[in-house]
């Protein structure tokens, strides 16, 4: 696998600026040492900040028509196509994302919501409204009329965590450059290599100065990107209580903040569901990236009179589940990205049991891998929705169910929770699922798998403590701008 040309420095301002200090990022499949990725100084963001905000109050690329925009990030999108075979080999080293996995859901379906982003953004700016009549003084009518025009809202700091960082770079970048803004990209210190390739991207096709900034770091990084005046929009995907503490760092400049943040998604099986079908998805639902991912379906609201063949079923498909190193195509289950969060899943594994929960499958890191941060697909039942194992997320291979006797009931668990990200129901009664969808209170619901991928063109984001604001679409484009109301009448 090639690394980056300029891999111990940051891009900043249309350059590759070095850094004196560097971190080894690890391969969660063996442990092994990816290689030194540089971390950003204060220095180095204050650097990034000031060719930020030039960019979009002097320079060029706000100004540009629509069209002209479109043209350099198509370009900019055929440069990452070429580059796919490496940029999916980087995504399972970095990332530990099995082969398939990284080959469509990290790199296909964020390129295809990039390409629609791209598409849909010479959307007309401006709106014109209804005309108003208005009396005058004089005895004479006012004609009046008023535009609605959406601008670019300024300068955006876009964070992106560990567990699909292509995806959600490429998420927010390429959305705040179609508007006109002008973007800083912290990625996660576990996978910054996914993040600076963007930078030769930039550089190969010309983006012009400071357009596009990409600085390494901790928290230190993160809270200047949260705090500096000059950033007008924080995009941040993670969990929640660090998009809490992100909204109160940037409270005292009342910057716009768009929070994507952790979910615990219940998937209701009715009892005339095709029990196979529910419980592939449901096995999907905790076992997807190992685990490591906000919308996945961890909570299983079975209904009683199905719930036993429902758990069989699961316990025979993780049977027959390969969980090793990712680069192997026939591995269904890679690493977790460090020790800290293989230690999370034991702990809450530890707690399950605590709260009387019923261990049906895995619990333990698997036999013959001693390197590498694995931990066996694990699921419970007998367990209740007020135990922190069904409200709590965890971040790891864990899924759980939860039995119910009636559609309401079904509801209501659903809905009792801190979380609302996601969610999916199956039932042979597509109707009474739809009605079902319209009573919990959530994001996106799927319905039989849903659309079969994530649609280009729907908004997706959550509500209570899995965020707000929406990603992807006409909404999350939107989202990069601000309205601007032009009133005129006739004189």
Aim: glycine share 10%.
């Amino acid at each position: 696998m090639t690394l980056l040309k300029n891999k111990n420095a940051l891009y900043i301002n249309g350059e590759w600026v070095a850094s004196d200090q560097l971190e080894a990022v690890l391969n969660p499949a063996d442990e092994s040492v990816l290689a030194e990725a540089p971390v950003g100084s204060s220095a180095h963001v204050e650097a990034a900040l000031a060719a930020a905000y030039h960019a979009f109050h002097k320079g060029p690329w706000p100004r540009l028509h629509a069209k002209e925009r479109q043209a350099k990030l198509s370009q900019f999108l055929d440069a990452i196509e070429r580059r796919a075979d490496e940029i999916v080999k980087l995504i399972v080293a970095e990332a530990g994302s099995t082969m398939m996995l990284a080959q469509f859901l990290q790199f296909g379906i964020p390129m295809k919501h990039a390409r629609n982003t791209v598409e849909i953004m010479t959307r007309p700016a401006q709106t014109s409204l209804p005309i108003d009549l208005t009396p005058a003084p004089d005895g004479t009518t006012t004609l009046g009329a008023t535009v609605l025009s959406r601008e670019p809202v300024g300068v955006v700091s876009a964070i992106t965590p560990y567990n699909f960082p292509f995806f959600l770079n490429v998420g927010k970048v390429i959305p705040a450059m179609a508007a006109g803004c002008t973007v800083i990209l912290k990625p996660s210190p576990y996978t910054p290599f996914e993040a600076l390739i963007l930078g030769e991207i930039a550089d190969e096709v010309g983006l012009p100065k400071g357009v596009l900034n990409i600085v390494t770091g901790g928290v230190d990084v993160g809270a200047a990107l949260t705090t500096d005046k000059r950033i007008d929009l924080v995009s941040f995907t993670g969990s929640d209580v660090v998009g809490a503490a992100i909204q109160a760092q940037a409270a005292p400049t009342l910057k716009r903040i768009l929070l994507e943040l952790g979910g615990k998604s219940a998937m209701i099986v009715r009892p005339d569901a095709d029990i196979r079908q529910a419980a592939m998805a449901g096995v999907g639902g905790f076992t997807t990236h190992c685990g490591q991912g906000c919308a996945l379906l961890t909570r299983h609201l079975v209904h009683n009179s199905v719930k036993a063949d429902y758990v069989e079923t699961i316990r025979q498909i993780i049977g027959g589940m390969k969980v090793g190193d990712p680069s192997d195509p026939s591995v269904a289950v890679g690493p977790l990205i460090r020790e800290v969060a293989r230690a999370r899943t034991e702990k809450y594994v530890d707690i399950a049991r605590a709260e009387g929960a019923k261990l049906i499958v895995g619990g333990k890191r698997p036999v013959g891998l001693e390197k590498g941060f694995y931990y066996e697909p694990t699921f419970f039942d007998d367990v209740h929705n007020s135990h922190r194992i069904a409200q709590e997320e965890v971040f790891g291979p864990i899924g759980v169910v939860i039995g119910y006797d009636s559609d309401e009931e079904a509801i209501e668990i659903a809905n009792e929770s801190e979380f609302g990200l996601s969610g999916a129901i199956y039932s042979r009664d597509a109707g009474k699922a739809y009605e079902m969808a319209l009573q919990i209170r959530t994001g996106g619901v799927a319905i039989n798998g849903g659309a079969g991928t994530m649609s280009s063109h729907a908004p997706f984001g959550g509500i209570k403590r899995s965020g707000y604001g929406r990603e992807y679409g006409h909404e999350g484009l939107n989202e990069f701008t601000y309205m601007k109301t032009i009133g005129f009448h006739s004189a």
